[in-house]
């Protein structure tokens, strides 16, 4: 089984440019969502959904916006880069069950993309 | 506000002796708690959680933790540790305001010496 895939697995960019992380997962799972790990700090959630239509802001959303078409994919969009966005970044998703106890259940992670901006 | 203290930034034991990595959390009500480990250059794998069930939870690899409302605090465990252990580990939350969204800790570095 696939699991989370995340595309790229390392990207540079410049202050200003955009551009798209891709995330997938096979497993049916309404729930996605993006963090970002930095050094001392843990993750910290950037967007969340839970279901194709549904999307909702994390702890730190401002500079990224995300879509969610279909249940399979989230991507999650940097609308123009700034140096402090330089981060790990990490897809993971999430059966929600009956869906009325939030996340229970385990979150199954991407392999991480590492992202840097000049 | 709420949140989740690992109370240790690295941990470093020997092969063979115990593991204890602490976490507290502060939250009015009872969350949803995880652990999760993190091998070099790969994303998170959980290891266990607690969801109102039993307080003693045991995990993948001989992990376990309880979970002690009193103390607000949900200590993970390992008798014995192997040198396959070594990872960051990331004690884990569910928010008051919205069980969907986790908050997590700063993690906590184990090194297993031989």
């Given at each position: 089984n696939a699991g989370v895939t995340q595309t790229p697995k390392f990207q540079v960019l410049k202050t200003g440019q955009s551009m798209t992380l891709q995330c997938a997962q096979?497993?049916?799972?309404?729930y996605m969502s993006w963090y970002r790990q930095d050094p001392g700090m843990g993750l910290r959630l950037i967007h969340y959904s839970v279901g194709a239509g549904i999307t909702d802001q994390g702890e730190v959303p401002n500079g990224y916006n995300v879509s969610r078409s279909t249940t399979e994919d989230f991507p999650l969009r940097l609308l123009s880069a700034a140096p402090s966005q330089t981060s790990v970044y990490f897809c993971a998703s999430s059966d929600l069950g009956?869906?009325?106890?939030?996340?229970t259940g385990e979150l199954f992670f991407g392999e991480g993309s590492r992202l840097t901006v000049l | 506000a709420q949140s989740v203290t690992q109370l240790d930034s690295h941990v470093s034991v020997s092969e063979g002796t115990p593991v204890l990595l602490r976490c507290n959390y502060s939250s009015s009500y009872s969350p949803s708690l995880f652990w999760y480990v993190q091998h070099p250059n790969k994303g998170l794998q959980l290891l266990l959680k607690y969801t109102?069930?039993?307080t003693l939870v045991k995990g993948i690899n001989g992990f376990e933790a309880e979970f002690k409302k009193s103390e607000t605090s949900f200590h993970l465990t390992k008798p014995s540790a192997h040198m396959s252990d070594a990872a960051e580990y990331f004690c884990v939350v569910t928010r008051m305001d919205s069980s969907y969204k986790l908050i997590f800790g700063s993690g906590t570095r184990l090194l297993v010496r031989p």
């Open positions: 096979d497993m049916n799972h309404e009956r869906g009325l106890a939030g996340v | 109102s069930a039993a």
